[in-house]
């Protein structure tokens, strides 16, 4: 127990800059810092990511869809470099407004679709083309259970571990221990 045990306000205000290695990539503010437009490539497909676990997944999925013969899986990787903060950017704002990778513009629809978080996209591309996404309604069902919990689950207790035991300014034992 700490000689000075953090109270937590009644109302929570962003007064100070809250460190760490990874304190630029967040904000408690909404909407975008600064204009700059995204790329856009020859695919219908544009995806804009960074090679993070949540970044990957749609990758892989996206490999293994071309990989069975999907053509128009065929896609645009893009750059956003998180660090830098190209999350804010008014153009990736507008296709993801929580301003979190990874995120796809799909572009065979007219008007484009805009699908963010990893889970929505992953979903949205299993049912686009058809594949890795049983009709059968038990199977459906365990299959979605498994994304869910991918999405919800595995990474709060996996991300909350290595935030609070590598990369958190401050040691604290009882977030270490609750993450474990």
Same mark, same amino acid.
């Given at each position: 127990?700490?000689?000075?045990p =953090?109270?937590?306000?009644?109302?929570w $205000?962003?007064? /100070?800059?809250?460190?760490?290695? @990874?304190?630029?990539?967040?904000?408690?503010? /909404?909407?975008?810092?600064?204009?700059?437009?995204?790329?856009?490539?020859?695919?219908?497909?544009q995806? =804009?990511? %960074? *090679?993070?676990?949540?970044?990957?997944?749609?990758?892989?999925?996206?490999? #293994?869809?071309?990989?069975?013969?999907?053509?128009? *899986?065929?896609?645009?990787?893009?750059?956003? $470099?998180?660090?830098?903060?190209?999350? @804010?950017?008014?153009? @990736?704002? #507008?296709?993801n407004?929580?301003?979190?990778?990874? /995120?796809? %513009?799909? $572009?065979?629809?007219?008007p484009p679709?805009?699908? @963010?978080?990893s889970?929505?996209?992953?979903?949205?591309?299993? #049912?686009? !083309?058809?594949?890795? %996404?049983?009709?059968?309604?038990a199977?459906?069902?365990?299959?979605?259970?498994?994304?869910f919990?991918?999405?919800?689950a595995?990474?709060y207790?996996?991300?909350?571990f290595?935030?609070?035991?590598? =990369? *958190?300014p401050?040691?604290? #034992?009882?977030?270490?221990?609750? !993450?474990?």
């Amino acid at each position: 127990m700490s000689k000075h045990p =953090y109270v937590p306000p009644k109302v929570w $205000r962003n007064d /100070a800059a809250s460190g760490g290695q @990874f304190a630029s990539i967040n904000r408690p503010i /909404a909407g975008p810092t600064h204009d700059k437009d995204l790329p856009v490539g020859k695919h219908p497909l544009q995806l =804009y990511s %960074l *090679a993070t676990p949540n970044g990957v997944k749609v990758t892989i999925l996206l490999e #293994e869809l071309l990989a069975l013969g999907h053509s128009g *899986a065929e896609y645009d990787a893009w750059l956003i $470099r998180i660090g830098d903060g190209d999350q @804010f950017s008014s153009g @990736f704002v #507008e296709v993801n407004p929580n301003s979190k990778i990874p /995120a796809l %513009l799909d $572009r065979s629809a007219e008007p484009p679709v805009r699908v @963010f978080e990893s889970g929505s996209i992953l979903l949205h591309l299993a #049912e686009k !083309f058809g594949a890795f %996404l049983p009709k059968a309604p038990a199977a459906r069902t365990e299959t979605l259970n498994w994304l869910f919990w991918q999405m919800g689950a595995a990474p709060y207790l996996g991300g909350g571990f290595g935030h609070f035991y590598v =990369y *958190a300014p401050d040691k604290i #034992e009882y977030a270490i221990n609750r !993450f474990t």
